[in-house]
């Protein structure tokens, strides 16, 4: 499946840096300079709306294709690498969330909402050990417990994540200046979530697929945004760390030896 898996990621990040060039030419553009609000009825919004949807739609196509083969629901044989480079990359990811975090909180004291940001920062930081510990013990059944209160740390700070974007974002009468953020850090706590599943015993390999590739689609665009350097750092973590567990669940997908039910997806 490692073919299958390169094939995915890469259609990710080549479509991404699409996308990436596509907002970087609408934010060139779509404010007017006289009003301070964004032109209605732009090419480049439309072409960047457009190009959403049909990664959306092809996401789910492929993700829709791969219900043939077997899901291992054993988080120690879905999420874990193949190589010790899995281990590396998870590593330099999470020293980028903790110097992340870090500087949120050297930063938080002249954000408008300190309180928020300083939260944040903590729970940055939180995250990078949060990610440290599924990495280093992805393939150990005895760290389960750990790898549980990692994958709740990260949906924590997924969920600060958005309520700091959102804070930030409120009073802006532009909606296109945050619309993309917004979506990029929920369907990144979405991705956080379904990844949980596997270390709770929910497991759900094609909506986790979906939601690692899109989440990370989408980071990757809103990197290009006004941010911070603490933020910047943060959409890029993000979008990596979700793109080597797309690759992962798909490199770790098995050919089914029986036909495949759709109702096998869902297991109360």
């Given at each position: ?7 995915l ?15 970087w030419?609408?934010?060139?553009n779509i ?14 919004s ?9 990664v959306?739609?092809?996401l789910?196509?492929?993700?829709f ?7 291992p629901?054993?988080?120690?044989e ?7 480079l ?9 020293a980028m969330?903790?110097v ?5 909180l ?19 930081l ?13 393939s150990?059944a ?7 209160f990692g994958s ?31 979506l990029?850090?929920c369907?990144?706590?979405?991705a956080?979530?379904?990844?949980a599943g ?5 497991p759900?390999?094609?909506?986790a697929i979906f ?7 989408l980071c990757i ?9 603490a933020?910047?750092?943060c ?8 793109l080597?567990?797309g ?8 050919k089914?030896?029986?036909?495949f039910k759709?109702?096998d997806?869902?297991?109360?």
């Amino acid at each position: 499946m490692q073919h299958e898996a390169y094939r995915l990621t890469g259609f990710t990040a080549v479509i991404a840096a699409l996308g990436f060039l596509l907002r970087w030419l609408q934010n060139m553009n779509i404010i007017d300079p006289l009003t301070g609000l964004a032109r209605q009825g732009t090419v480049i919004s439309f072409l960047l709306s457009a190009l959403i949807i049909i990664v959306a739609a092809a996401l789910a196509a492929f993700a829709f294709y791969l219900r043939q083969y077997d899901c291992p629901s054993a988080a120690e044989e879905a999420l874990s690498g193949h190589t010790f480079l899995f281990t590396v990359f998870g590593v330099l990811i999470a020293a980028m969330l903790a110097v992340s975090g870090a500087i949120q909180l050297l930063q938080s004291g002249s954000a408008e909402w300190p309180m928020v940001h300083r939260l944040c920062g903590i729970c940055t930081l939180a995250a990078a050990v949060g990610v440290l510990l599924l990495i280093t013990g992805a393939s150990n059944a005895e760290k389960g417990g750990a790898r549980r209160f990692g994958s709740a740390v990260l949906v924590v700070f997924g969920c600060l994540w958005l309520i700091t974007i959102y804070k930030d974002s409120a009073a802006d009468p532009v909606l296109w200046t945050f619309a993309i953020e917004i979506l990029a850090v929920c369907s990144s706590l979405i991705a956080f979530y379904y990844l949980a599943g596997y270390q709770y015993g929910e497991p759900k390999p094609l909506a986790a697929i979906f939601f690692c590739n899109f989440g990370a689609f989408l980071c990757i665009i809103s990197a290009i945004d006004e941010h911070t350097l603490a933020e910047s750092i943060c959409y890029a973590s993000v979008a990596l760390l979700l793109l080597m567990w797309g690759f992962v669940l798909v490199e770790n997908l098995q050919k089914a030896d029986r036909p495949f039910k759709l109702d096998d997806e869902i297991k109360k």
